[in-house]
C-alpha cells in the first residue's frame, strides 16, 4: 500500500518510548504532523538525522507543529536511544505487530525488516499534504521539511 499526498493518513497509535500510547487522530484540528519513518535506532544516519532534527525542533514546534519518529525498534530500545540523544520528540515504536504502520504508509522493507526514510507532513485535517522516500543509505534534507511547512 502506498499513501499518496491529498489522500487522508492512515490513524494508528504506538507507543512511545516513554510507553505513552500516541495517537495519531488525536492530534486533529490541532497540529500539524511531521512523521518521520527510520530504519534503526542507534544507527550512524539515523542517529545523524534525528539529531539534526532535535537540534532545529524549534523551527518545527513554534507553528503548532508535532514531530513523531518511527521505527520497529522496540519501546525500551527508544528509550535509551531518546535519553543517550536527548530526543525530547517522540519515538514511536512499530515493532509489534512488526511494522504494521509502516507497512500501512508503504515504506516496510521486507528483506531488512525495517522502515525505509519515509517523510509525511499531515496537515491538522489528517491529510498527506507532503511526503518524500529516500533509500536507506540517503540522508533526508531537513531543509525540505522546512519549506514543505512553509508551503502549508
Not at 522496540?74 to 536527548?86: C, H, V, Y
Request: a negative charge; hydrophobic letters at 40%.
Amino acid at each position: 500500500m502506498t499513501i499518496d499526498i491529498g489522500q487522508e493518513a492512515p490513524d494508528f497509535m504506538l507507543k512511545n518510548q516513554n510507553g505513552e500510547d500516541i495517537e495519531l487522530s488525536s492530534f486533529r484540528g490541532s497540529k500539524t504532523i511531521v512523521l518521520i519513518f527510520y530504519p534503526f535506532a542507534f544507527s550512524r544516519i539515523c542517529t545523524g538525522e534525528l539529531c539534526e532534527l532535535r537540534d532545529s525542533l524549534p523551527d518545527f514546534t513554534a507553528d503548532d507543529v508535532e514531530v513523531l519518529a518511527v521505527s520497529c525498534d522496540p519501546m525500551f530500545s527508544l528509550r535509551t536511544f531518546a535519553d543517550q540523544e536527548g530526543f525530547e520528540f517522540s519515538l514511536l515504536s512499530d515493532f509489534w505487530p512488526h511494522g504494521h504502520v509502516a507497512k500501512t504508509y508503504g515504506v516496510f522493507h521486507e528483506t531488512v525488516g525495517a522502515a525505509s526514510r519515509g517523510t509525511f507532513i499531515i496537515d491538522p485535517e489528517g491529510v498527506v499534504r507532503w511526503k518524500v522516500e529516500n533509500g536507506f543509505p540517503d540522508k533526508r534534507d531537513i531543509d525540505s521539511y522546512r519549506e514543505a511547512l512553509r508551503s502549508l
